[in-house]
């Protein structure tokens, strides 16, 4: 059976650099289906470790 049920049902991701699950956020409300990394961290890892891309 699962755990304990969260405080709430919110929708959750894998991260796609580090592949830790994470769960959606207030600030990612707005993007929340463009969201593809836990943190900036990863995101810029992630990104600096595929392609360099200039910054717009
Ligand atoms: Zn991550």
């Known amino acids: ?15 796609a650099c580090c592949g830790l699950g994470f ?6 409300a707005r993007d929340w289906d463009q969201v ?9 890892a992630a990104k600096g470790r595929a392609q360099r891309e200039p910054r717009a």
């Open 1 to 15: 059976m699962a755990k304990m049920r969260k405080k709430a049902d919110l929708p959750t991701k894998v991260c």
């Open 23 to 28: 769960a959606w956020r207030r600030k990612w």
């Open 36 to 44: 593809k990394y836990c943190s900036d961290r990863c995101r810029s």
